[in-house]
């Protein structure tokens, strides 16, 4: 369906749904998918519970999902990576492939009652490679063209695969214990990261580093979320010190 009939539904949404805004908010990108359908993206206001949103929706579909990984197993799942990869994907909130691919990723290694961190660190190595290439290559084509946001899904595939030994490595040191002030304010950190914060911090670094080369991009890529994270932990560390119940509230109880 193309984009401006979406929203037309999206509007007639917000008109008689009060918080239909707050939980289906439409931005189309400049970029195109390979077929030249412009990228959507539907979020919340607060974006980042685009993920909260998704995944209720998930469940309420898991019993397709789980079909569909019964039936086609790792057929489903090459088809699912290719359409994310590509941009192919339905431009409704909740169904996108991002969410159905990720899905049904982990249903894959729960229904077959496979190890995802054992299955990944076999072939670490390669996803590692691949992180760091199709990284760099994001970023030198960025997001406003085809051949940009390819690379750009390759990275985030294979980045979040790539993750997972890292985390299986750190998890199973014996002297390491993740700090319990980290692990409560994860939360408000994930929730709070976009409203405002981040881009002030990105104007911050585009000012401290206003040079536009591939060497300054990816530091800015990796300074400025820091730099955004450490300042919400501050946040949370004085909400915390100062109102224990409000930050009780605001980390969702964690």
Do not use: Q
């Not at 049904?104 to 009652?113: E, K, P, R, V």
């Amino acid at each position: 369906m193309k984009s401006h009939n979406w929203n037309e539904i999206l509007d007639y949404i917000y008109s008689v749904i009060p918080l239909g805004y707050w939980v289906f908010s439409a931005r189309e990108l400049s970029a195109t998918n390979i077929v030249g359908i412009h990228y959507m993206e539907f979020t919340p206001v607060d974006a980042p519970l685009w993920f909260v949103r998704d995944l209720m929706v998930m469940v309420l579909i898991s019993p397709l999902i789980y079909h569909l990984i019964k039936r086609f197993s790792k057929m489903a799942l090459i088809v699912l990576s290719i359409c994310f990869i590509t941009g192919l994907s339905v431009h409704i909130p909740g169904l996108e492939i991002r969410a159905i691919l990720f899905f049904s990723l982990g249903a894959y290694f729960a229904i077959h009652t496979e190890n995802m961190v054992l299955c990944v660190s076999k072939i670490s190595i390669w996803c590692y490679i691949i992180t760091i290439i199709y990284f760099v290559l994001a970023l030198y084509y960025g997001k406003n063209y085809a051949i940009g946001m390819v690379f750009h899904n390759i990275y985030v595939l294979f980045g979040s695969l790539s993750i997972l030994p890292l985390i299986s490595i750190l998890t199973r040191r014996k002297n390491y214990k993740m700090p319990g002030f980290l692990t409560r304010s994860c939360f408000f950190v994930y929730s709070m990261h976009t409203i405002c914060i981040l881009g002030y911090m990105k104007a911050i670094m585009n000012k401290i580093l206003p040079w536009d080369n591939t060497v300054i991009d990816i530091l800015r890529f990796y300074t400025t979320p820091l730099l955004t994270v450490s300042f919400i932990v501050i946040i949370y560390w004085i909400v915390e010190k100062k109102f224990p119940k409000i930050a009780s509230v605001l980390s969702g109880g964690r």
